[in-house]
């Protein structure tokens, strides 16, 4: 069974800090593994989707990088702001089902 | 295009009882996925409707079924509701099944007391 832990749970930097989110998964079969948003009691927002063939993928301020064998991934944000201040999730996915395994988040603030 | 909507907003109900969530995916999509997000933690597969039938169930007891419409809209059921229910309930419409990309609804809070 598929599990997935996000390291740290919690996460407090000022403003303009790059920061790491780590995600780890027990099962290295998979398809795909995505990085979500939610902001509090809202529904998730796809920040970047990485295909198992595939190590990094960027968009703007964020990185994300797979390491498919060691079944890890890292979410980098550079130059963080306030309006970053979010909880962020991976998710994996086995197959091209779209059912997603998700981690249990980190919970991030970005302090003015 | 609209968004994948979700109704009620927010629910409360007492224990034992029986609750209909609602969810409008996003136009031309045919695959609905139903999440559980108990607070604090992060979002668990319930079931998955393609085209009006299920298509794939994680690890919920029966008394969570689901329906899709031909319209492809979804409803979530959870009959004889526990304390521990009450969580956030999110769907996901995709274009199809192997479609990577998922939009998510904003969610129903409910609560069981």
């Known amino acids: 069974k598929q599990e997935v832990t996000q390291i740290p749970a919690a996460l407090s930097v000022p403003e303009g800090e790059n920061l790491v989110l780590n995600c780890s998964f027990t099962?290295?079969?998979?398809?795909?593994l995505q990085w979500f948003r939610q902001d509090p009691g809202k529904g998730l927002t796809s920040l970047l989707l990485i295909q198992s063939s595939q190590r990094e993928q960027t968009s703007g301020r964020l990185n994300a990088s797979l390491d498919k064998s060691s079944g890890r991934s890292t979410l980098y944000i550079a130059a963080s702001q306030p309006g970053d201040s979010a909880t962020y999730l991976c998710?994996?996915?086995?197959?091209?089902?779209?059912?997603?395994?998700f981690g249990g988040g980190t919970r991030l603030m970005v302090k003015p | 295009e609209t968004g994948v909507t979700q109704s009620p907003t927010h629910l409360i109900k007492t224990r034992g009882q029986q609750v209909t969530l609602r969810c409008s995916s996003q136009?031309?999509?045919?695959?609905v996925s139903w999440y559980q997000q108990a607070l604090g933690q992060g979002p668990q597969f319930i079931f998955q409707y393609y085209r009006e039938e299920e298509n794939g169930r994680g690890n919920f007891p029966p008394r969570f079924s689901g329906l899709q419409f031909p319209n492809y809209s979804s409803e979530l059921n959870v009959n004889a509701l526990e304390l521990d229910d009450s969580a956030l309930y999110l769907c996901?419409?995709?274009?199809?099944?192997?479609?990577?990309?998922?939009?998510f609804g904003p969610g129903t809070r409910l609560t069981v007391l």
């Open positions: 998710a994996v996915n086995r197959d091209a089902g779209n059912m997603l395994t």
């Open positions: 996901a419409s995709s274009l199809e099944t192997t479609s990577d990309t998922q939009y």
């Open positions: 099962d290295s079969a998979i398809y795909n």
């Open positions: 136009s031309g999509h045919n695959t």
